[in-house]
């Protein structure tokens, strides 16, 4: 497939079911409801209602692009605002996409091979955004580029006539939820014996609230949290609610440095506390807490909202933070050392990838579902709800059971 698909037909786009992780990208518009809204409900216009039916068929995930504030989660509430790329310089224009494209990195992250659907006007795409994120290894898909606004309108109503989901493809999940059980149940069980090696070699799980810099982390590896209360079904032992690594692509971070973002804040002013603009697992607890309690109204109107706050902001955000760190440091983590270089071919991807393919209930239900009383369950991601895991990229993939192998050979080595 081209990177930049230009003008494709809606039979095109709907049949595009390789696989690959796809994330949508929508651009914002003009015309806006009068009150704060979910930012996937602000927006009244038939373009725009347009542009989200579509990905949230055709992607597994999708993000608004906000002239005033970069990039946003649908689920998040947003006041009305009067901003556009279309007054800006071209210089502010590449400042708005540098700072989008920081976000992506730090929230989204790219899958190298994945597919970037673009649903926005040139303005948003070609002041570096679309370029970085190929330089990144996405491949760009532009449904609508060269399309007037009337062609563009007809493409997305052409597209929600067919109303069938894209991806994954529903034959092929039909088919794997018939053969899946058997061979799904014996990997699901030699993943977890791996992971009772791992803590015999380590010692046993450590809660993250327990953590410090001088415990003795490898400088690369892969993380696996569990989370108290929630158990296998076949038997006591808890099950993985979260698996994650640092970055794939080449960077100072390190496991700890990971870990440590996850963990907050250990003294400072603010002790207990933490910073979910800089950990997207802390983000998502954030929001589940805030929509499972009764918060004050300030803190939701700023949860997620930028790549950095005032002060003021912080101190408001304050007592969130701390129940974040709270729940988050309760859970027992165990980790492999996975020391290769960082890259799109890194065994630290793989086994990511992998281990949350095998252990997600989005695509195929898993032999060990969520409990009842799980936080998790009141997650603004839908990939969260589905999945029963504390992630939203690769839930909704085939894992390879290859990843398996990689993982005994680092964890053996």
Not at 32 to 38: A, E, I
Not at 88 to 98: C, I, K, L, T
Not at 177 to 197: F, K
Request: hydrophobic fraction near 40%.
């Amino acid at each position: 497939m081209a990177d930049d698909a230009q003008g494709l037909s809606s039979t095109a786009a709907w049949s595009a079911t390789d696989g690959a992780r796809r994330i949508g990208l929508v651009g914002c518009v003009k015309a806006k409801r009068d009150r704060p809204s979910l930012a996937r409900d602000l927006y009244v216009s038939t373009l725009f209602e347009g542009r989200r039916d579509y990905v949230e068929r055709s992607c597994s995930e999708w993000w608004i692009l906000s002239a005033a504030h970069g990039l946003v989660d649908p689920a998040t509430v947003l006041a009305p605002y009067n901003v556009t790329l279309k007054t800006m310089s071209p210089a502010d224009r590449r400042a708005w996409a540098a700072r989008v494209v920081a976000e992506i990195d730090r929230r989204v992250g790219i899958t190298p091979g994945g597919v970037v659907e673009l649903h926005a006007g040139r303005e948003y795409c070609e002041f570096g955004l679309a370029e970085a994120l190929q330089a990144r290894g996405a491949r760009i898909e532009r449904p609508t580029a060269g399309l007037g606004i009337g062609q563009q309108l007809a493409f997305y109503a052409a597209a929600r006539s067919e109303a069938r989901p894209v991806s994954p493809d529903a034959e092929a999940v039909d088919a794997e939820r018939r053969s899946a059980p058997d061979r799904r149940g014996d990997d699901l069980a030699r993943l977890y014996d791996l992971l009772r090696l791992t803590a015999d070699r380590t010692g046993g799980p450590r809660r993250l609230a327990d953590c410090s810099a001088s415990s003795g982390w490898p400088e690369r590896g892969v993380y696996f949290f569990f989370e108290p209360g929630e158990l296998r079904a076949a038997n006591p032992d808890l099950r993985v609610v979260r698996v994650g690594t640092h970055s794939l692509v080449p960077s100072k971070s390190t496991l700890w440095s990971r870990l440590s973002s996850h963990q907050g804040n250990r003294g400072g002013s603010m002790p207990g506390g933490g910073n979910h603009r800089g950990s997207i697992f802390r983000l998502h607890v954030g929001a589940a807490l805030l929509a499972a309690g009764d918060w004050d109204d300030t803190i939701g109107a700023t949860w997620g909202i930028g790549s950095t706050s005032s002060r003021a902001v912080r101190e408001a955000e304050y007592p969130l933070e701390r129940a974040v760190s709270a729940h988050i440091g309760a859970m027992p983590l165990l980790w492999v050392g996975i020391d290769d270089p960082a890259g799109p071919d890194s065994d630290r991807g793989v086994v990511e990838r992998g281990a949350i393919a095998l252990l997600s209930g989005a695509r195929v239900p898993s032999p060990d579902p969520p409990s009842p009383s799980w936080l998790g369950h009141h997650a603004q991601r839908p990939a969260i709800r589905g999945s029963g895991l504390w992630n939203v990229n690769h839930v909704d993939e085939r894992y390879d059971p290859a990843f398996l192998d990689v993982l005994e050979r680092w964890i053996c080595s």
